[in-house]
């Protein structure tokens, strides 16, 4: 026999059912979100059925959650996930993980569209890319950041390596631990599991850099680095890796080479000319590829 749905447990057992990802309703995602409490979701269920709503439209219809809280369900639902203010450890930079329907990251999506055309495609099995300039402060961190969240938006297996072991970044965007990373994979102190998840966005991890080495160079010239690629690529889609400032150090020539391919990356009003088509022919004498160069204008 069926009973009436007359308290918030009835209500919760409505939604247990429901499995993961695209096959959960909105109403259990809004509730293991805690936008909506298990005694509100009585009241939901009740006007969803006297006015043949939708379950979100019902919950703003009675004040419970917003337009916002209703899209974050849907990003959820649809393997789409993206986050909100305060939620996370995610930096404000990283404008994919919070505002991915802005201008700025829709030309995000058009440049992952343009790599996956030119770099990722499954014939020619490229895996890796670093993303390299001749200088610092020229969006170097902030590109492979963002460009890692739209990747793993598209439900590639996306895996960020921190490779500028001078002046490391990643662990600062996305709020993770680096106490062991890839300079301690290199030299032999740390293993493969200093791979981080990046919690609430699907399909995303993160190598930092670890511990700022006195050997920077010759860590990242060593077979272990090149090994260690061929290792991680059996397990993601996309690779993308950070290189320090190349006209400063030579790891970025070296990262570009173990990757195979390169992005370099021009700041707007700040980077010169001359010196990006310099850096770029260096790579190309280095036997990398220049996948293209992108313009970031922040």
């Known amino acids: 026999m069926i009973k009436p749905a007359n308290s918030a447990v009835s209500a919760i057992d409505q939604f247990a059912e429901h499995k993961t990802g695209r096959d959960r309703s909105i109403g259990a995602i809004l509730i293991d979100a805690g936008k909506i409490k298990a005694a509100d979701a009585e009241h939901v269920l009740r006007l969803q059925q006297d006015e043949g709503l939708r379950f979100g439209d019902a919950a703003k219809k009675l004040g419970l959650i917003s337009d916002d809280d209703i899209a974050q369900a849907l990003s959820r639902q649809f393997d789409y ?10 930096a404000a930079e990283v404008v994919a993980a919070y505002n991915p329907f802005s201008a700025p990251v829709e030309a995000l999506r058009a440049l992952r569209s343009q790599l ?11 895996k890796t890319l670093a993303i390299t300039s001749p200088g610092r402060g020229e969006g170097r961190s902030w590109l492979t950041a963002n460009l890692g969240v ?22 600062l965007l996305f709020g993770a631990e680096n106490r062991s990373g890839l300079s301690a994979v290199l030299s032999g102190r740390g293993a493969t599991d200093a791979v981080q998840r990046v919690p609430a966005l699907l399909d995303l991890s ?3 850099a670890g511990a700022v080495p006195p050997n920077p160079q010759e860590l990242l010239a060593r077979p272990a680095f090149a ?4 290792h991680l690529s059996a397990d993601f889609d996309v690779i993308l890796i950070d290189t320090p400032a190349g006209a400063q150090f030579a790891d970025g020539q ?3 080479v173990r990757a195979s391919g390169a ?4 700041q707007k009003n700040a980077s010169r000319l001359g010196l990006l088509r310099s850096y770029a022919d260096m790579l190309r004498q280095a036997t990398a590829s220049v996948v293209g160069t992108v313009l970031v204008e922040r």
């Open 227 to 230: 090994q260690l690629l061929q």
């Open 263 to 266: 992005l370099v990356v021009a």
């Open 150 to 171: 739209v990747f793993s938006q598209l439900g590639e297996r996306t895996l960020i390596i921190d490779a500028d072991l001078r002046h490391p970044r990643q662990h």
């Open 254 to 256: 070296t990262v570009a």
């Open 206 to 208: 993160l190598l930092p």
């Open 81 to 90: 996930p993206y986050l909100t203010w305060g939620e996370s450890r995610v």
């Open 116 to 126: 996956m055309l030119r770099w990722f495609d499954a014939e020619a099995e490229h």
